[in-house]
């Protein structure tokens, strides 16, 4: 475990791993029978210019570039830590930024990164249980960033049937080739400029419910 470690700390072997599970990712999606569900919401959304923030759990997040068209501007929020930069560099192939930062450690200069984003007609994802858990407990910076932005929350997740669950604390779910799966994009979650801090902790136990 160590020496897989350090290997991966080498950017050459970090720059292959990442190509490769964008590569991945594709694969799954071009061989499996996937359905998007409600995908409307978040097309109608980009269509309009409508800021949104997508929350996923940190377990659930493989397949969700799949949830939206492409074509989108979209930046994920990212941990400093080394499994966030090989998750950065991966999105990067699939044309998706990042933000470095969490919704617990580096908290506030990521906030002003996302609110600056939202603003300039970019879309965010975040995962509120990331990086390090508890595993789907959802912290308050989603919910603090659509207060400050204007943006909507927008819960998605998805399942399949032939997937393997890792051992990580967030056990991460890895769907297989030729899986049939599902991606589900909840109701949009409003946090209007007033909310108070009772109002955002109810945003934050709705977002929690609707993930699970």
């Given amino acids: 475990m160590a020496a897989a470690s350090r290997l991966m700390r080498r950017p050459v072997v970090s720059a292959a791993l990442s190509w490769l599970a964008a590569r991945y990712i594709r694969l799954v999606w071009i061989t ?21 923030i997508a929350c996923f759990w940190h377990g659930r997040m493989l397949m969700i570039p799949n949830a ?9 929020l990212i941990s400093h830590h080394r499994d966030g930069i090989f998750i950065s560099r991966t999105l990067a192939h699939l044309g998706i930024g990042t933000i470095a930062g969490s919704s617990s450690r580096g908290g506030a200069g990521a906030l002003v990164s996302m609110v600056r984003a939202l603003k300039r007609g970019e879309y965010m994802g975040i995962t509120p249980d990331g990086p390090r858990g508890p595993r789907m407990r959802a912290a308050p910076g989603a919910a603090t960033a659509a207060r400050l932005s204007g943006a909507v929350l927008l819960p998605v997740s998805y399942s399949a049937t032939r997937r393997r669950v890792l051992g990580s604390w967030d056990r991460f779910v890895v769907p297989l080739p030729f899986s049939r799966g599902i991606i589900r994009v909840g109701a949009p979650i409003e946090v209007p400029r007033e909310t108070d801090e009772s109002g955002l902790e109810a945003v934050r136990q709705k977002l929690e419910v609707d993930l699970i």
């Fill in 32 to 52: 499996g029978r996937w359905q998007v569900e409600n995908t409307d919401i978040a097309d109608r959304m980009i269509a309009d210019g409508t800021p949104f």
């Fill in 68 to 76: 939206w068209k492409y074509s989108a501007r979209m930046s994920i």
